[in-house]
Nanobody, 120 residues
């Protein structure tokens, strides 16, 4: 199973970006999908989570500015980021709990990360 993020880049303060994370491989089902970020010198932070049924949860630091969504048919999760601030600069990672055709349990998989830089 592979998770591949895309959509990162350089944006000015107040701008927007949309991250995507596509899961591929021998996937039977995906449970919760999450977005994390890690800034230099800081611990990895859980930003947003979405269940297979579409229930969402957000960290206080991004509530009202970021929106998580998913397309189950495409095994893809998105993160729409608005009103970006310099402190949002970090590497953003997606994470998903996946059951494959060869397993009976869900296992967590991670993407490789995508850099988001907010600067003027």
């Amino acid at each position: 199973v592979q998770l591949v993020e895309s959509g990162g880049g350089l944006v000015q303060p107040g701008g927007s970006l949309r991250l995507s994370c596509a899961a591929s491989g021998p996937i039977r089902s995906i449970n919760t999908m999450n977005w994390y970020r890690q800034a230099p010198g800081k611990e990895r932070e859980l930003l947003a989570a979405i269940s297979s049924g579409g229930y969402t949860n957000y960290a206080d630091s991004v509530k009202g500015r970021f929106t998580i969504s998913r397309d189950n048919a495409k095994n893809t999760v998105y993160l729409q980021m608005n009103s970006l601030k310099p402190e949002d600069t970090a590497v953003y990672y997606c994470n998903a709990d996946v059951k494959t055709h060869y397993s009976t349990n869900y296992r967590a998989y991670w993407g490789q990360g995508t850099q988001v830089t907010v600067s003027s």
